[in-house]
């Protein structure tokens, strides 16, 4: 019974000086492979070395994340490019996105980062249609816009996955309608967020694909401390649960939807 967390953040544990007994805690829960997502210039070249370091567990993806866009944006997805033509390339163009929740009070200052962060999303769009790579997807507060985006790109819906789905059904089904799929975090198991489980039903069991985001969102019983990849196995123990099926179901599940969408041959 083998898990993949299919998105973290492992730069945390790096800097901690920590990471090696955080990937020892995730072989000992299951956690055989995980993709460790970009987010800025800052962590691209640090996860591509994790990933030559730790071959066949750690993976990584490369994206501007929406927070992180700014005036210099078009240089560092030019930058970004290099990486995907490098003799180790990301298997994913993300996380990139939209993100409304942390924008600030000033609408006309909201209104032109708004703008901002449209075209490089639309430019990251674009540069996974060319190297045919899958699009891992921020969305906070922003869900129709990165609707539009990636329909006037033409996106390969096949190839999108937005990640930490925190919508309910109405968008769970045109994610559906178009052929792209969501993946479930540790919010899941937060009493409130029954719009995000009913969504996670709507998508199904055999579509599963799952992620701690860590080092956020840590699941019941450990909400407020530091979520770490090993903590996916609670995750898939909620899931199981939800679903009325077994754990080792959901584990096989998710495995191999995780290893699809990034294009990796299953262990």
Known sequence: MNWFDSHCHLQRYLNKGILVDVLDRAKKNKVIR???????????????????????????????????????????????EDLFESNH????????????????????????????????????????????????????GAFEDCMKILDLAQANWGKVLFHCFSEGEKQMQQLKERGGRASFTGNLTYKKNVCVREAMKLQGVESLILETD??????????????????????????????????????????????????????
């Open 34 to 80: 995980m993709t460790t997502v970009g987010t800025s210039p800052e962590d691209w070249s640090i996860y591509q070395n994790l990933s030559l370091k730790y071959k066949e567990t750690v993976f990584y993806t490369a994206g501007l994340h929406p927070c992180y866009v700014n005036s210099n944006f078009e240089k560092e997805i030019e930058q970004m």
């Open 89 to 140: 390339p990301p298997v994913a163009v993300g996380e990139v996105g939209l993100d409304y929740f942390h924008l600030p009070n000033d609408k006309p200052l909201a209104d032109q980062i708004m703008k901002t962060q449209k075209k490089a999303f639309t430019q990251q769009v674009a540069m996974a249609l060319k190297f045919d790579l899958p699009l891992v997807i921020h969305s906070r």
């Open 214 to 267: 860590s080092p956020y969102l840590s699941p019941v019983p450990k909400r407020g401390k530091e979520n770490e990849p090993s903590n996916l196995a609670l995750i898939g123990e909620y899931t199981a649960t939800f679903f009325g099926v077994e754990k080792k179901d959901v584990a096989y599940r998710s495995f191999l939807n995780a290893n699809s969408f990034y294009g990796l041959e299953p262990r």
